[in-house]
């Protein structure tokens, strides 16, 4: 019998749970769907199923309760007048609808399109799905071990339950995957191939900044858990607004929650409830007297509380961090200070002791000279914008430039990607730094480099440049750019002002912040930085011809190698000669470098021209045959565009 679990008619699958042989099959959205095993007239199932393991799937589409909301509304209207009345009524209300969408947050809309529409009432149900309680989570690991059960009918009903829960558990699925034996993976990649397209994590991650904005009760013990079950390694972005939001949502009463946390097992929530801690008690010193055993990243934890709340004590606490033996423990307290007090004595996690020493005792100096304005801040995707995506596409069909929000839906006209989408860039550079967007296109394009305000506004463009390399602003009015072994600096006007002899071939040019730059040496196997004057600041060697790399938020270098043997020969690749298919990957290393956190290797690809970090914890790489999404442990989940990609920017 096949049994439907869909509430009402929607899109569908129907999956063979179970049956290495079966097909995933998906109807059109308006096939009725008929409950309690009559027949699905249009339904097509290939392959040899058994019908005890045939589940169908409710998979609402993308804003589908906005939609049915909007429509309802426009029937509505329409049977309140008649004729042409009818209509003008329904584009009224279309309109209304339209305009209080828009007048959504950006994270607000893309919970709407999500079908977590915020302004409708079913939302606080679709919330209570989506966070999970302790029964919740202890039962979906139940289930997950239930995957590789013997007893065949645990496996089904474990992999219904886990196809059709509302909560986010992709990562845990994933996490599974890794560890699991041939029939184990098939059954949970069948699972999250229903899953996929209701990108819960998306939507978490934008409940829990809204829970955070509205300062709302009774969550504490649900985000806690939730939070629980992530990696702080994969999920930064996702565990510094959750952690923010159980901070806003925690009362009195949440105290004896937060501390059991902070002694418990899971590293994701001690970080969660320390930062709770930290933020409602910001003016307890130096945050020390009650920590007992706590290590340095509860430390750390804290005292970001204590900036997200505005004490200014907290940068004593933090300078001390900058000598921490955490590698991101010392970053994350550099950052902080950084957007703390708008200052940079140039310290990095990474650098030599010595160097970190010199950096740190200005920090000293700074704070010892006098009051100082420090400004409450946050870290991670919901202190940084707007939740958009710039892909640069090289000349073909479609826009040149498009912008998409961070779940992947295209967001039609956006005037700084109309700007930079004139010159078709190769490579697009926030510098959150100067608040400047700085962009560069290659020979086919006449060597253009121009500079933009985030608005779109053009501040400075130059063309005949071989840019291909990477530019990037310096101090001065001057811009820096990457030719063959050399920087070269340019005046305002396009004169060499300067220029940096570095000895071998430079690419993937960009600036981190001011005085501190990062490329890759294809050559020498290096990726490296400097400062404002080219002398050598911190490199990581034995790479194999890294073409492009970029350092993210979280500290943590995301760098395009050579996988494996060349064919030889000459191509246009960075550098990297003609290489096989699938001969090229992106490593995620940590900030120093020295360890590999995450590899991703797309299938059937020459060339990975570009990559960056969603606020879900996923990865978006772009290759000569498009833009795809890849999950921490290098799965792909979706495809945005298919087309040659030459540049991406998430903010």
Not at 536 to 541: A, F, I, V
Request: hydrophobic share 40%; aromatic share 6%; charged share 25%.
């Amino acid at each position: 019998m096949v049994r439907s679990l869909c509430p009402r008619p929607l899109s569908f699958l129907v999956l063979a749970l179970g049956t290495p042989s079966a097909a995933l099959a998906e109807s059109e959205r308006d096939v009725e769907i008929v409950v309690d095993g009559a027949a699905l007239a249009g339904i097509e199932i290939r392959g040899a199923v058994d019908a005890g393991e045939v589940v169908l799937i409710a998979e609402p589409e993308v804003g589908g309760e906005a939609e049915a909301a909007g429509a309802e509304a426009g029937e509505k209207a329409g049977a309140d007048g008649e004729g042409g009345d009818g209509a003008s009524a329904a584009e009224k209300a279309k309109e209304e609808s339209e305009a209080l969408f828009k007048s959504l947050p950006a994270g607000q809309q893309i919970l709407a399109l999500l079908d977590y529409d915020p302004t409708v009432d079913s939302y606080s149900d679709r919330l209570d799905e989506l966070l999970l309680d302790a029964e919740g989570l202890a039962a979906v690991r139940g289930w997950i071990e239930d995957l590789d059960s013997d007893d065949f009918r645990a496996r089904n009903e474990a992999s219904k339950r886990l196809a059709m829960r509302g909560s986010a558990l992709g990562h845990l699925l994933g996490e599974a995957r890794a560890e699991a034996g041939v029939e184990m993976g098939r059954r949970i990649q069948d699972i999250l191939n229903v899953r996929v397209k209701g990108r819960r994590v998306d939507a978490l991650f934008h409940a829990a900044e809204k829970i955070a904005a509205e300062a709302g009760s009774g969550f504490a013990e649900r985000l806690l858990t939730t939070g629980s079950s992530f990696s702080p390694e994969h999920y930064w972005d996702l565990l510094r607004v959750m952690e923010l939001a159980l901070a806003k949502t925690s009362d009195d009463q949440a105290e004896g929650l937060l501390r059991a946390a902070l002694a418990g097992d899971s590293p994701a929530a001690a970080e969660m409830a320390a930062f709770a801690l930290g933020y409602r008690a910001p003016d307890s010193g130096d945050g020390r007297s009650d920590r007992g055993g706590e290590g340095e990243l509860a430390e750390l934890a804290r005292s970001r509380g204590r900036v997200a709340a505005g004490d200014p004590e907290a940068a004593g606490a933090l300078v001390g961090l900058l000598g921490a033996d955490s590698l991101r423990v010392r970053h994350e307290a550099g950052a902080l200070l950084r957007a703390m007090f708008g200052e940079d004595f140039g310290f990095a996690a990474y650098d030599t002791g010595a160097r970190r020493a010199e950096a740190a005792g200005r920090w000293e100096n700074y704070l010892a000279g006098g009051e100082k304005i420090a400004i409450p801040a946050v870290l991670g995707a919901a202190g940084r914008g707007e939740y958009r995506v710039l892909v640069g596409q090289r000349p073909g069909k479609g826009q040149a430039v498009a912008a998409f929000n961070t779940s992947g839906h295209a967001q039609g006209d956006h005037p700084l990607a109309a700007a930079i989408g004139e010159i078709r860039p190769d490579r697009i550079v926030f510098d959150e730094a100067a608040g400047l967007v700085v962009v560069s296109a290659g020979d086919d394009e006449g060597g253009q480099v121009a500079v933009f305000a985030s608005n779109g506004a053009e501040i400075w463009r130059v063309s005949g440049l071989p840019a291909g390399g990477g530019c990037a602003p310096a101090e001065g009015g001057r811009l820096l750019m990457a030719i063959g072994q050399e920087v070269e600096a340019l005046s305002v006007t396009g004169d060499r002002v300067g220029v940096w002899k570095l000895g071998e071939e430079v690419v993937s040019f960009g600036r981190l912040r001011p005085g501190r730059y990062l490329c890759a040496h294809p050559g020498s196997g290096r990726v490296a930085e400097y400062d404002g004057d080219g002398q050598l600041l911190w490199e990581r060697d034995g790479l194999e011809r890294p073409s492009w790399v970029e350092r993210i938020p979280n500290g943590n270098l995301l760098v395009v190698v050579v996988a494996e043997e060349e064919k030889g020969g000459g191509g246009n690749n960075g550098g990297l000669g003609e290489v096989e298919l699938s001969a090229l990957e992106l490593l995620e290393l940590s900030p120093d470098g020295g360890e590999v956190l995450a590899r991703i290797r797309p299938k059937g690809v020459s060339e990975i021209t570009c990559a960056a970090r969603l606020p879900n914890g996923n990865t978006l790489v772009g290759t000569e045959k498009g833009l795809a999404e890849y999950t921490p442990e290098g799965y792909a989940v979706k495809v945005w565009v298919k087309s040659v990609i030459s540049s991406l920017h998430v903010r």
